[in-house]
T-cell receptor, first 114, second 111 residues
């Protein structure tokens, strides 16, 4: 499978715990994006990377959120001290720099904070 | 913050009928994209229409764009049960892949 891969598919955690999600983009894609989607809504942009550089972060990304892409390949999104309001689907997407008009999305990680 | 609205929020039709979904947006655009999302899955890019285009076709999909009204429509002709999904329009004002999505239209096609 050469698509965007996200792990885990589902995560249930207790409030206050830390969680980490992983995204493996399409191998030749140097752009990687994170979005968050709550039930019944469209996805909202969180952050994106060009290779290993994080180029932009949304105001939605509080200090409890951190994303990395250390070698310009896979990326991780960590949420510290989770809150019930963090419950959502976290989507990763990738593209080539010159072809940002078409993003390729993974299947997402569904986070439930109890 | 999210911008734009989609109309209707939900649509239920019989197989073989056409489905039309509308989208409005607020900013100036270079292009407008439509994505499809099956329940609990990621999004799949369907079609892109540029700001200087008024209509575009791809298979059973027809997209129109009216920049004076800041609106777009997606028509799916001869719908199939497999078309059941949520459909989102998205704009990218900064042309960076930082997409701004509408709230989506949930389409149910009954066999």
């Amino acid at each position: 499978d050469t698509g965007v891969s996200q792990n885990p598919r589902h995560k249930i955690t207790k409030r206050g715990q830390n969680v980490t999600f992983r995204c493996d983009p399409i191998s030749e894609h140097n752009r990687l994006y994170w979005y968050r989607q709550t039930l019944g809504q469209g996805p909202e942009f969180l952050t994106y990377f060009q290779n290993e550089a994080q180029l932009e972060k949304s105001r939605l990304l509080s200090d409890r959120f951190s994303a990395e892409r250390p070698k310009g390949s896979f990326s991780t999104l960590e949420i510290q001290r989770t809150e019930q309001g963090d419950s959502a689907m976290y989507l990763c997407a990738s593209s080539l720099t010159g072809k940002v008009e078409k993003l390729f999305f993974g299947s997402g990680t569904q986070l439930s904070v109890l | 913050s999210q911008q734009g609205e989609e109309d209707p929020q939900a649509l239920s039709i019989q197989e073989g009928e056409n489905a039309t979904m509308n989208c409005s947006y607020k900013t100036s655009i270079n292009n407008l994209q439509w994505y499809r999302q099956n329940s609990g899955r990621g999004l799949v890019h369907l079609i892109l229409i540029r700001s200087n285009e008024r209509e575009k076709h791809s298979g059973r999909l027809r997209v129109t764009l009216d920049t004076s009204k800041k609106s777009s429509s997606l028509l799916i002709t001869a719908s199939r049960a497999a078309d059941t999904a949520s459909y989102f329009c998205a704009t990218d004002p900064s042309n960076t892949g930082k997409l701004i999505f509408g709230q989506g239209t949930t389409l149910q096609v009954k066999p």
